[in-house]
């Protein structure tokens, strides 16, 4: 089976932090995508790579930022954390197009 | 904009019994729906998916039925248990795009 292993479950950071959510999947998938998870909002996408060092804009990038240098390896940055980037994090991988997601298990930020 | 309507927002059902979840679509530029199952503090993961060309696929106890000309998809439980009592969402796939989008979730309680 696939896994995404998410490096933290549990974060609590300050304003204005600098934030590093890792994540690492295992069995060489070409896309891997960043989510928040918030009650009533569903899951939204932040940003994605479909390759290594390419990344896109989801449909809320603003305030964060990602790195993809190895293909296993997907990185999210929060530039300066605020409290309304307390959520779930959740990060995915998949093959290619038109194939389901797998999932890590989610970090929850607190931003205090 | 693009979106998933996803409904109810939450079930409740007896064990034994049919809860029916229900997404509507309004893009007709979606190739792919897949069903995601949520535990708490678990990440969503894919549990069954339908393309546009089949009307319905079965899995165990689930089912998709999939009205393309109503632009509608459905998730049916069959014989549901206390252990499928879960978060679902369902998904779209942007044809020829990396991009997903999600329903807001239905939170499901079945009653031992």
């Known amino acids: 089976d696939v896994k995404v292993t998410q490096s933290s479950r549990y974060l609590v950071k300050r304003t204005g932090e600098k934030v590093f959510l890792e994540c690492v999947q295992d069995m060489d998938h070409e896309n891997m995508f960043w989510y928040r998870q918030d009650p009533g909002l569903g899951l939204r996408l932040i940003y994605f790579?479909?390759?290594?060092?390419?990344?896109e804009k989801g449909d809320i990038p603003e305030g964060y930022s990602v790195s993809r240098e190895k293909k296993e390896r997907f990185s999210l940055i929060l530039e300066s954390a605020s409290t309304n980037q307390t959520s779930m994090y959740l990060c995915?991988?998949?093959?290619?197009?038109?194939?389901?997601?797998?999932f890590g298990s989610g970090t929850r930020l607190t931003v205090v | 904009q693009q979106q998933v309507k996803q409904s109810p927002q939450s079930l409740i059902v007896q064990k034994g019994g049919i809860p029916i979840i229900n997404c509507a679509y309004e893009n007709t530029a979606f190739d792919y729906f897949p069903w995601y199952q949520q535990f708490p503090g678990k990440g969503p993961a894919l549990l069954i998916a339908i393309r546009p060309d089949v009307s319905e696929k079965k899995e165990g106890r689930f089912t998709i039925s999939f009205n393309k000309s109503a632009k509608q998809f459905s998730l049916h439980i069959m014989d549901s248990q206390p252990g499928d009592s879960a978060t679902y969402f369902c998904a779209a796939a942007i044809s020829g795009t990396y991009k997903y989008i999600f329903g807001t979730g239905t939170r499901l309680k079945v009653l031992a």
């Open positions: 995915a991988s998949r093959p290619g197009q038109g194939r389901g997601y797998t």
């Open positions: 790579s479909y390759d290594v060092k390419m990344k």
